[in-house]
């Protein structure tokens, strides 16, 4: 390819925002005549490589949006710690099956078993597969609605929670509520029933979520909706932070 027709070619990409062809250009041609492709192989390149540039660049976007803690997927969840948790459940959940049906997911179990390790992982496969995710703890949400409420901006704030594909509430039942502020987690629950999936984790059982939320009633209501299409993962195992608080005290000794 002639010098002129690269410099056209790069002018091109620059303007139409594809910026990688601009910059991979004269690699991506060298490619070409190292492998003798033809015309429609060559632009099948092309456009591939743009495209997994692009993925990449709005994964990174979600990434940031979503607000999770930390990126961890389940490769570096270990199993093995767990022994009672059925590793293929988990996997199947990372399908996002559960997300196409706009289902919803509760992890319970003790402090320290892995439950947030699990839901954000299950939010990074959504995000890496395009859906828009959210992620919060029941006490920072309740805090921010509380606060939209009472300077009456309680619908707009609203939709930080109802907008998301996958919202994950983290630290369910962590610290009670009152009867007003778990009026709010119904109207999140309830407002997304059946419109988006809703990934929780909780150290409590649901028969201890009428404690949770100061009102068996509602507490039932908010459960009417979030179980009726959900994945229930009980983990029982021991704490993986102890594992790791006494893995250290064993050194220090």
Known sequence: ??????????ASATKLGLPHLAKTLRELTGRADTEAMGYLEFLDLVLEEELAVRDERRFR???RLSKLPHHKTLD????SFQPDLD???????ATLAFVQAKANVALLGPPGVGKTHIAVSLA???CRAGFTVYFTTLDDMVRHLTAADAIGRLARKLQTYLR????????????PLERPEANLVFQVISKRYEKGSTLLTSNKGFGEWGQVFGDEVLATAILDRLLHH????????????????????????
């Open 1 to 10: 390819m002639s010098e002129l027709v690269t410099n056209r070619i790069h």
């Open 61 to 63: 976007a979600g990434l």
């Open 76 to 79: 570096d969840y270990d199993f």
């Open 87 to 93: 590793p293929r459940k988990v996997r199947d959940l």
């Open 124 to 126: 990074v496969a959504a």
């Open 164 to 175: 998301p594909t996958v919202l994950v509430i983290d630290e369910v039942g962590y610290q």
């Open 230 to 253: 959900c994945d229930v993962v009980p983990i029982n195992g021991p704490s993986y932070r102890l594992k790791n608080r006494l893995t250290a005290l064993d050194n220090v000794a």
